[in-house]
């Protein structure tokens, strides 16, 4: 398996956030602690992606946030825009925290889903990308094609998105997310695209190019877990996963492996939902996530390159190798603003496209 280099931080897209990660210095002031604990009136539901990124989440963030301020988390495994959206506008709120991808959050900053975020509680001058008025960004992870290397020798596995698409060099049951962010950018790539031009998108290059491999996908993958699961349980041959959920896999003994010779770069985020009783709690937790300590913690359990300049420079040689490599001109970043305007009709679409 091969590995990605150590980053100098993450970041969400375009090449002058690029180039402001492989610059930043190693940290600045560190985010605001607060102190105390409050009355647990009520608990903060923050929504999850299952799996080992839900074990790390719980036992790096959501209890001993709980330890510190007497706030319960309840953490709930779906992070479906539509379902938030819906809860918004309705008035009638399940979750207060929205944890997902920056194509997804800032949709919803767009229909204007999230509260403000709070600067008296949320400090965010430690942060490689800061995020917008309405969230924040936590950490970076790198996305690549995994397999079964007792099934599949690594020279017989896809190793970028381009072989992905090469039925004929590679064959074998493939794999795919039903989310239209990273899987048009792997088809474009997959055409041809450089990965520094991708963006704009070509929208119509990208279908054509998704028509192509679309016969070939056993499976349209609805859970992240199930990237690991499918591929070590013999139902698909090769998998778009992460190396967040591969490693740990590989870890705890599974047969599991993920090139990493070209990866997709993305920054999570987190929102409050728009309207929630909860907001200084959740503004609370926020914060939380963001501290140097917290940063590093996550990336040393899930191998994701964390959003805090401290937590970074904290960050282990072990965790670091494993880490986004922006530096790598085969590898892309996800282009967050891009998808600001473009994500809700372009979703429609490829869910549609996919019913065809």
Known sequence: MSKAHT???????????????????????????????ARADSTITVTCWGGDYHAGVERVFAKPF??????????????????????????????????????QITAGAKDNLWEP??????DRSDLFVPGGPTYVGTYMFAGGLAF???????????????????????????????????????ALIASG?????????????????????KPHIKKWIETTPQTVTLVTANEIDFSYSYISRVRPAEIAGASIAISTKQT????????VAKGTTNREAAMRYLAFCLRPDRQTA??????????????????????RQYMPDLQNPAN???????????????????????LI
């Open 7 to 37: 980053t100098q931080g993450p970041g969400s897209s375009g090449i002058s956030r690029r180039s402001v990660l492989i610059g930043a210095s190693a940290a600045l002031a560190a985010p605001l602690v607060i102190t105390g604990r």
């Open 66 to 103: 709980t330890a510190e301020t007497g706030i319960p988390v309840r953490l709930v495994d779906n992070a479906d825009l539509a379902r938030m959206k819906a809860q918004v506008e309705s008035g009638r709120l399940d979750w207060d925290v929205f944890d997902s991808v920056g194509p």
């Open 117 to 122: 975020v709070d600067a008296k509680i949320v």
């Open 148 to 186: 079964d290397p007792k099934r599949t020798p690594a020279e017989k596995a896809p190793a970028d998105f381009k072989a992905f698409w090469d039925v004929k060099a590679f064959p074998g049951r493939r794999g795919l997310r039903p989310r239209i962010s990273e899987t048009l950018e792997m």
């Open 193 to 213: 695209v450089e990965p520094a031009k991708l963006y704009p998108l070509d929208v119509e290059r990208g279908f054509a190019a998704l028509d192509k491999i």
């Open 264 to 271: 997709l770069n993305s920054l999570e985020y987190l929102a």
């Open 298 to 319: 996550f990336a040393e359990a899930l191998f994701f390159s964390p959003n805090s300049k401290a937590g970074l420079a904290a960050a282990s040689p072990a965790a």
């Open 332 to 354: 892309a970043v996800v282009n967050d603003e891009w998808w600001f305007d473009n994500y809700a009709k372009l979703q429609k679409r490829f869910t549609e496209w996919l």
